[in-house]
């Protein structure tokens, strides 16, 4: 069974960080692209970055270039969001799919931002 736990969110003012964690099971984690993704409050889910199976090919949505840094440890099947200089607009709540999307969406993780 694919799951993917999501955590890290938290409230952070603007211009902080936080680090995201997305801890993967039931595939073969290395060879699977993973995303992460976020729905504002009102807003349709968006794509915010992803990472390819080997770590070698990556994407940002322009919003987050040069903010968000996506990385993965294939030993620890798991997929991080770093995020800094955070502003209002990045919250939402997170979540980390694989590509195509093989797991359930289920509860992502909180991150609000206050100015």
């Known amino acids: 069974q694919v799951q993917l736990v999501k955590s890290g969110g938290d409230l952070v003012q603007a211009g902080g960080s936080l680090r995201l964690s997305c801890a993967a099971s039931?595939?073969?984690?290395?060879?699977?692209?993973i995303a992460w993704y976020r729905q504002a409050p009102g807003k349709q889910r968006e794509g915010v970055a992803d990472?390819?199976?080997?770590?070698?090919?990556?994407s940002y949505a322009d919003s987050v270039k040069g903010r968000f840094i996506i990385s993965r440890d294939n030993a620890k099947n798991t997929v991080y969001l770093q995020m800094n200089s955070l502003k209002p607009e990045d919250t939402a709540v997170y979540y980390c799919?694989?590509?195509?999307?093989?797991?359930?969406w289920g509860q992502g993780t909180q991150v609000t931002v206050s100015s």
């Open positions: 799919n694989t590509i195509p999307s093989l797991a359930a």
């Open positions: 039931g595939f073969s984690f290395s060879r699977v692209r």
């Open positions: 990472i390819s199976g080997g770590g070698n090919t990556i």
